[in-house]
């Protein structure tokens, strides 16, 4: 299948595109930060470092060349994984990053799961009871999408750690450390997926291939397991990379909160700190991670939906039209 | 007798408010109140200090509690509404408009400058939530006004996008088809038919956005970026009483409650919003 290797390579060479324009947009912002980036190697302003140190970092920075030599050293840099030392540690970024990469993957993937989880139950529930059962449903998806994170975690440290004692307050290695962060994590992201899958689970309930479904006498429960959640779950699908992004952010919080190691953590200090290299570090490796999620997630949408799969087959106009003619319906 | 339905007439049932557009409308009244005059909620001063009468739970003299300080935190809480409120707002005519710009360039000029503005959208997107924030905030230094910046820059991508989407679905529709084909001049189309169906739409993402940012800039105020602790601004606040949370939770507790109420009153007036527009 040629056209299908060809799709490939475009989709491979756009995630290339995409990360030379992420490294180009923070080289070049971060030269817009007022002060000398050698006096903030050195400990920043307050280090009174001696002009004979400064010229020092600045040879082994490379910061006394051109602008564009050090945009392409430092391109070449981190076409080898180099991602430069940290400020603050002193230490190579590259090993650093990867080091605290693990912690927040465990926690986002479990997050995302239990999400998962809330969601498809939630909105499977509310839409089989009666309307008592729809607006409970869709109230607790409300509020649950509206609860920011750093004031969940502290709800939950206050009920489970200090009123119940059965949780502890700051992340342990074992499982019991991982409850509360993963909960933090995941009931906003359920809120949010529980709304859209709702919304399309309702849609397919009342769309032909349900109906057809029932007239050959399929049961409730086959239509519903078999041919609306399936559906259901699309939108929510093409959303996990949108939904790891706030799991990003979140993990910002629930790490701080819960004295995780992370990515979350170690970017805050570095923001807080100034540490340009590690900032650069954490902002490559997510925008690595993010992107990959966007190609899975392309490719789990195609193996759930085989329409997508043919129509990307076969002539691209018809179906856009296809799709307008289904927005003027619902319009 | 009749064998076919009747045409029904839409009824008014539809237009009536249901109880949580009731209570969210209320509560939308309470916090413009609240923020334009914080006063007649609150009469006392937010950042009057008694050290007497400090951590005390709740009760009639202080509905809330009372702070490290014995300032009363309902009085803060209401004075923050403000603060608060304006940031959200803010936050979200940023990233509105950036995604109106840079929606309505993609959407309208063409596939070359609609392939451009694509992959800017997707080189933002690859900077995920809050990190674009953090980004700028590395390079502007913290504060409320760069925080309140940042979190309109964050959004804006997803704005881009919907709008794009939007402004496409009803280029091809049939009535601007129609148009087209009775030989209406373009700026008439765009000004009578494509701007005003593309307009509606945002309303409701504006609505729907406002509680979205303010979780975010309290966020960013809580992580020591934002509004600094002395403000009465409830991320600000909340993280001032993450320090005694095992003795007075009442400190966090009662502005992230606010937080909560602001954002879901959004999402509720948003998508009765929405309900309406789409039905009208």
Redesign the interface.
């Given at each position: 299948m040629q056209g299908r290797g060809v799709r490939v390579l475009a989709r491979l060479g756009?995630a290339v595109?995409?990360?030379w324009?992420?490294a180009t947009?923070?080289f070049f912002?971060?030269r817009?930060?007022p002060g000398d980036p050698a006096e903030a190697a050195l400990g920043g302003p307050g280090s009174q470092a001696s002009a004979e140190a400064l010229a020092a970092v600045r040879a082994e920075f490379g910061l006394d060349q051109p602008l564009l030599t050090q945009y392409l050293q430092q391109l070449q840099r981190l076409a080898t994984g180099d991602l430069g030392r940290s400020y603050a540690q002193g230490i190579d970024v590259g090993p650093l990053v990867l080091s605290q990469l693990g912690g927040t993957l465990l926690i986002a993937v479990l997050a995302l799961t239990l999400a998962w989880l809330l969601a498809l139950g939630l909105s499977t529930w509310s839409t089989r009871g009666g309307r008592l059962a729809t607006?409970i449903g869709s109230?607790l998806e409300?509020?649950a999408?509206?609860?920011?994170?750093?004031?969940l975690a502290?709800?939950l440290?206050?009920v489970f750690s200090?009123w119940l004692g059965v949780l502890p307050p700051i992340s342990t290695a074992g499982v019991a450390g991982l409850v509360l962060p993963v909960i933090t994590l995941a009931v906003p992201l359920a809120g949010f997926l529980g709304q859209i899958m709702r919304e399309s689970l309702l849609d397919a309930l009342e769309s032909p291939f349900v109906l057809s479904a029932r007239a050959r006498g399929e049961s409730e429960r086959g239509v519903r397991r078999i041919h609306a959640v399936r559906h259901a779950a699309l939108p929510a699908i093409s959303l996990s990379?949108?939904a790891?992004?706030?799991l990003?952010?979140?993990a910002?919080?629930v790490e701080?909160?819960f004295a995780r190691p992370g990515l979350g953590r170690t970017?805050?200090s570095a923001?807080?700190a100034?540490d340009?290299p590690v900032?650069i570090g954490v902002?490559m490796l997510?925008?690595v991670v993010?992107?990959l999620m966007t190609l899975l997630t392309d490719l789990a949408s195609r193996l759930a939906d085989p329409r997508l799969a043919e129509r990307s087959a076969h002539e691209h106009g018809r179906s856009?039209?296809g799709?307008?003619a289904r927005?003027?319906t619902r319009? | 007798m009749t064998l076919v339905p009747l045409p029904t007439r839409p009824t008014r049932r539809r237009r009536r408010l249901t109880v949580p557009e009731a209570t969210a409308l209320l509560l939308a009244v309470f916090f413009l109140l609240a923020a334009v005059a914080p006063h007649w909620v609150a009469p006392g001063d937010p950042l009057a200090i008694d050290p007497l009468s400090a951590f005390q739970p709740s009760s009639w003299a202080h509905p809330f509690g009372t702070d490290e300080s014995g300032r009363d935190i309902f009085t803060r809480v209401v004075h923050g509404t403000g603060t608060s409120l304006v940031i959200g707002l803010a936050a979200t005519a940023i990233g509105l408009g950036l995604g109106i710009v840079l929606g309505t360039l993609a959407g309208m000029l063409g596939p070359v400058v609609d392939f451009a503005v694509n992959r800017v959208v997707e080189v933002l997107f690859a900077f995920p939530g809050l990190l674009l924030a953090l980004v700028f905030i590395l390079i502007f230094g913290p504060g409320v006004v760069t925080s309140t910046i940042a979190v309109g820059l964050s959004t804006a991508p997803g704005y881009a996008r919907i709008i794009r989407a939007q402004l496409i679905s009803v280029r091809r529709s049939a009535f601007v088809e129609a148009a087209t084909v009775l030989g209406l001049r373009r700026t008439q189309i765009l000004t009578r038919h494509i701007l005003p169906n593309t307009l509606a739409p945002l309303f409701v993402l504006g609505t729907l956005g406002i509680g979205q940012a303010i979780v975010w800039a309290a966020t960013l105020s809580y992580l020591g970026l934002g509004a600094e602790p002395p403000t009465a601004e409830w991320g600000a606040m909340l993280s001032a009483g993450r320090t005694y949370i095992t003795s007075a939770w009442w400190m966090s507790f009662f502005p992230g409650l606010f937080i909560v109420l602001t954002a879901v009153t959004a999402t509720v007036l948003g998508r009765a919003l929405d309900r309406r527009l789409r039905h009208a």
């Open positions: 756009g595109f995409v990360l324009m992420v947009v923070t912002a971060v817009l930060i607006s109230g409300i509020v999408a509206a609860l920011p994170h750093f004031w502290t709800a440290i206050v200090i990379g949108w790891f992004g706030s990003i952010s979140g910002v919080v701080t909160i970017l805050l923001v807080t100034r340009v900032v902002v997510v925008a993010y992107i856009e039209r799709q307008a927005g003027r319009g | -």
